[in-house]
């Protein structure tokens, strides 16, 4: 089974996991999504302590963070747009608010211009408050 087989599979199914499954880096993050009845999908990074940057403290490693949103992003692409091939970044801006501790952190995206061939994505994370992100990201997709 290729992956767009699993990307169509997952949107038949309206289960965004079967494609992050297929995805090694995201899949060895342990990246998962949820359904929130209110508020619609959330990307969820469980903390493992191979995620820590920073021993001292501990903080969440900042290349982790970033992958963590654009994953975020990616699977908003899939979710609201309904696109069937893997979205290439085009551009990522990431905005480090505050340490990421080391427990679970959270994400949603949203997509705020979509183009023929591009999209644009907001994702903020957060731990225990989503009025208080950790990282923010505006990101460029190739889509078409």
Request: charged fraction near 20%; aromatic fraction near 6%; hydrophobic fraction near 40%.
């Amino acid at each position: 089974m290729q992956l767009l087989d699993h990307i169509r599979a997952a949107q038949d199914n309206n289960d965004y996991n079967e494609i992050i499954r297929h995805i090694p880096y995201m899949d060895w993050l342990g990246i998962h999504l949820e359904k929130d009845p209110k508020d619609g999908l959330l990307a969820v990074l469980p903390f493992t302590e191979r995620i820590i940057g920073n021993p001292l403290l501990p903080a969440i490693h900042g290349g982790v963070t970033g992958a963590f949103l654009e994953s975020a992003a990616q699977m908003t692409i899939f979710a609201e747009l309904g696109t069937e091939k893997l979205p290439k970044i085009v551009n990522i801006t990431i905005d480090y608010l505050r340490s990421g501790r080391p427990q679970d952190t959270y994400a949603q995206g949203v997509v705020t211009r979509q183009g023929r061939r591009v999209a644009n994505v907001r994702v903020d994370a957060w731990q225990d408050d989503r009025n208080h992100p950790i990282a923010s990201a505006h990101t460029h997709f190739l889509i078409g």
